[in-house]
């Protein structure tokens, strides 16, 4: 069983909401950080939001503040990501990943669990 895995991507057309989630396993939930990446076809991975462990910290790219928002569910041990006012440049494969660590960051070598992605495609 992977430790953390994706659901929620698909196709979308610009203008419109997805959420994806990220079910966690293998770690302890409470005491995790975890950040959600993106990859575009040619492109590097880049970060585009994080959670801290005790949901006191929410960092999010400049590419995607004030329409992304991150949350996440103790009860559930589940991370969302609502994706809204979605554009062209949002078509990427998404990244969940993990850090037995309490703190944030938006750099993808700090994080030691990730899930196997979910494309997420937004047409015109």
């Known amino acids: 069983q992977l430790p953390l895995v994706e659901s929620g991507g698909g196709l979308v057309q610009a203008g419109g909401s997805l959420r994806l989630s990220c079910a966690v396993s293998?770690?302890?939930?409470?005491?995790?950080?975890i950040g959600w990446f993106r990859q575009a076809p040619g492109k590097e991975r880049e970060g585009v939001s994080c959670?801290?462990?005790?949901?006191?910290?929410?960092n999010y790219a400049d590419s995607v503040k004030g329409r992304f928002t991150i949350s996440r569910d103790s009860a559930k041990n589940v991370v969302y990501l609502d994706m809204n006012s979605l554009a062209l440049e949002d078509t990427a494969v998404y990244y969940c990943a993990g850090v037995n660590y309490y703190y944030c960051s938006n750099v993808a070598t700090y994080f030691d669990y990730w899930g196997q992605g979910t494309q997420v495609t937004v047409s015109a």
């Open positions: 293998g770690l302890s939930f409470d005491e995790s950080a």
């Open positions: 959670i801290s462990a005790t949901n006191t910290i929410r």
